[in-house]
């Protein structure tokens, strides 16, 4: 009996994986408003009804795609800090950087999912936030080693956070661990002029302006290293 419920198992998370690979390719063609489970069970050969018995609705669906988003690039990013030394903070975040980009630039209609136009009517839910964190626990982890081993020697121009950013810092320590305000503030400068970065070139705004993208994302990456305080 037990054999028999895992070799179930097993057929439900294959099934389950295939859905999930139509979605992505459905992503690629219709996007995310055009999701649908009936496009997929067509192209499963599957009855519309039984594919709810895996996803009962297209947001549970995006769901899944979103989780497995966000744990693709966390992952990305993991590796890329995993494989440089630990002191070596400044290469740790150009590599997370490039990690980032890299992965977006493959995988553009995943990217524009998680970082894209909301989807009409969806709520993302509480499940997704694990997933969705991994790469900024890394970062935050980055800046946090710099900081405590005294590497950070941010310019002069970096103008101090507001009294009123006190609040915004406290909750963003809960995700990037226990570093002064004015460090929180240069973090959140550079980590989402990094996704800023990436956005425009994935959406088209750098096209027919920016043609030498790869030495451009460099120096944009290591000007924010340079603004954080990182040495260069």
Do not use: K
Request: glycine share 6%; aromatic share 8%; charged share 20%.
């Amino acid at each position: 009996m037990s054999s028999s419920r895992t070799a179930r198992e097993r057929v439900r998370a294959e099934l389950t994986r295939e859905i999930a690979d139509i979605a992505r390719r459905q992503l690629a063609t219709e996007g995310a408003t055009g999701l649908s489970l009936r496009a997929v069970a067509r192209e499963m050969g599957m009855v519309s009804s039984a594919i709810y018995r895996y996803f009962p609705s297209r947001d549970d669906l995006l769901t899944t795609l979103i989780i497995d988003g966000y744990n693709a690039l966390g992952e990305a990013v993991e590796n890329a800090d995993a494989a440089t030394p630990h002191e070596d903070h400044t290469g740790r975040w150009l590599a997370v950087c490039h990690a980032v980009r890299d992965w977006a630039l493959a995988h553009p209609h995943e990217y524009a999912l998680l970082y894209g136009s909301p989807v009409p009517g969806y709520q993302a839910p509480q499940d997704t936030v694990a997933a969705a964190v991994r790469d900024t626990v890394v970062y935050g982890r980055i800046v946090s080693d710099a900081y405590h081993a005294g590497a950070l020697n941010p310019p002069d121009v970096a103008p101090p956070p507001s009294a009123a950013f006190a609040e915004d810092a406290a909750r963003v320590r809960e995700i990037i661990s226990d570093i002064p305000d004015d460090v929180v503030a240069r973090a959140l400068v550079a980590w989402t002029g990094l996704f800023g970065w990436v956005s425009f070139e994935l959406f088209g705004q750098f096209n027919g302006a920016i043609l030498n993208r790869d030495p451009a994302f460099d120096h944009a990456m290591r000007s924010h290293a340079a603004y954080l305080g990182l040495p260069l």
